[in-house]
């Protein structure tokens, strides 16, 4: 079974796309998917593919990461053996998922290195060239790291995605790294708060 788990609030437009994003994948009848969707806002985001909707804490201020929130509230209820960190206002490809998990039966932690992003009202787009770390929206790992991501989440650092590969790449710990795919891209600067997906400009 893989896990997803999508952390969101107050977005509905970029959850929208989301699932549409998700229902075209190509694993789909291939292997069981529970989606994990947490949720720290009013209303409640709109779930229409028959995921788990999980209430995060709400403590969401301007300019405040709830992410970390919503992921530690995921954590207790993974039930797959290979986890997806899905982020809602993110590209993916129809063989992302297919993609990871194929490599996951051979590598514990995968990632897409050299991220890229594109700014929607800018229309331009920026390679982050990060080559010793994924993003957290291109990261997916098995179960028996659980507790590693867990670690990431509380280290207390914004940005945790880089405590988790920092961890892995420190340990020396087997990866698999994606660098000319391009099987997800970070979307900027569509609608929802600004507290989530921070980091980059």
Not at 40 to 65: F, M, V
Not at 144 to 161: C, K, M, Q, R, V
Not at 179 to 195: I, Q, S
């Amino acid at each position: 079974m893989l896990t997803l788990i999508t952390p969101t609030g107050g977005r509905p437009e970029c959850f929208a796309q989301c699932e549409r994003y998700m229902q075209r994948q190509t694993i789909w009848g291939k292997e069981k998917i529970q989606w994990l969707v947490v949720d720290d806002s009013e209303p409640r985001t709109a779930c229409t593919l028959g995921q788990t909707y999980l209430r995060g804490i709400k403590d969401w201020q301007p300019n405040i990461n709830t992410q970390r929130y919503n992921l530690d509230t995921a954590v207790p209820h993974i039930k797959g053996d290979k986890v997806f960190i899905i982020e809602d206002d993110d590209w993916y490809h129809p063989e992302y998922l297919e993609s990871y998990s194929v490599l996951l039966n051979k590598f514990p932690i995968v990632g897409e290195f050299n991220a890229k992003y594109y700014s929607v009202t800018k229309q331009a787009y920026k390679e982050m060239r990060n080559f010793e770390h994924a993003s957290l929206c291109q990261t997916a790992f098995r179960t028996e790291h659980t507790p590693l991501f867990n670690y990431a989440i509380h280290s207390g650092n914004l940005y945790f995605d880089i405590d988790f590969w920092g961890f892995v790449t420190k340990n020396n710990l087997p990866y698999c790294a994606i660098t000319n795919r391009n099987l997800c891209v970070g979307m900027k600067n569509l609608p929802g708060k600004g507290g989530i997906g921070v980091g980059h400009t």
